[in-house]
């Protein structure tokens, strides 16, 4: 079974830093891409970053490009999400997704979200 | 970018009957088009993909139409556990953009 925990949110102050990380199980991670998706309140999904199998490619939405950095571990089977210099406008539930197939494409499994609250 | 637009934001329908949920691409995306729902509280699950293409395990009340920049998402004979938020989302190129999404609710 497909399993995607994500964790690391949490309350921070504008400008300030915070690491999301994503468990990923019941699948071969390393041959999959990955993606982070947002949704800030009573708003709809965003697309945040995306990374191959091999993290030979990544991309990133522009309000982000600069701020965040997508990585993962193939071998501790972990998609991470550094962000810095969080905006209010980042606040959002951001959630973990595995590509259907290579990028860009469509996402076949979702984790449960880890919620982000940038606000002093 | 590409702007996807839902239509309608929200629309009521009574359980039994059928529903269709409108996305439009404001360039062509060929077919590279996906469908999510989302209930409250829970992860957003992948409906269709190539626009017509059902993910694993969904029922074929679901169907999925068009290419370029009009697709159709269809809900044929509604259960209550189809009552939710829907998104379309175009994964042409980058960025990739998803919908405002469109609400599904009980009439």
């Known amino acids: 079974e497909v399993q995607l925990l994500e964790s690391g949110g949490g309350l921070v102050q504008p400008g300030g830093s915070l690491k999301l990380s994503c468990a990923a199980s019941?699948?071969?991670?390393?041959?999959?891409?990955m993606t982070w998706v947002r949704q800030a309140p009573g708003k709809g999904l965003e697309w945040v970053a995306a990374?191959?199998?091999?993290?030979?490619?990544?991309y990133y939405v522009a309000s982000v490009k600069g701020r965040f950095t997508i990585s993962r571990d193939n071998s501790k089977n972990t998609l991470s999400l550094q962000m810095h210099n969080l905006r209010a406008e980042d606040t959002a539930v951001y959630f973990c997704?595995?590509?259907?197939?290579?990028?860009?494409?469509?996402?076949?499994?979702w984790g449960q979200g880890t919620l982000v609250t940038v606000s002093s | 970018e590409i702007v996807m637009t839902q239509s309608p934001a929200t629309l009521s329908v009574s359980p039994g009957e059928s529903a269709a949920l409108s996305c439009r691409a404001s360039?062509?995306?060929?077919?590279?088009l996906a469908w999510y729902y989302r209930r409250p509280g829970q992860a957003p699950r992948l409906l269709i993909y190539?626009?017509?293409t059902r993910a694993t395990g969904i029922p074929a009340r679901f169907s999925g139409s068009g290419s370029g920049t009009d697709f159709t998402l269809t809900i044929s004979s509604l259960q209550s556990e189809d009552f939710a938020v829907y998104y379309c989302?175009?994964?042409?190129?980058?960025?990739?953009?998803f919908g405002q999404g469109t609400r599904l609710e009980i009439k």
């Open positions: 997704a595995k590509g259907l197939r290579a990028l860009p494409g469509a996402y076949d499994y």
């Open positions: 190539g626009a017509s």
């Open positions: 989302q175009h994964y042409s190129k980058w960025p990739i953009t």
């Open positions: 360039q062509s995306v060929d077919r590279n």
């Open positions: 019941g699948f071969t991670f390393s041959s999959s891409a």
């Open positions: 990374i191959s199998g091999s993290a030979a490619t990544i």
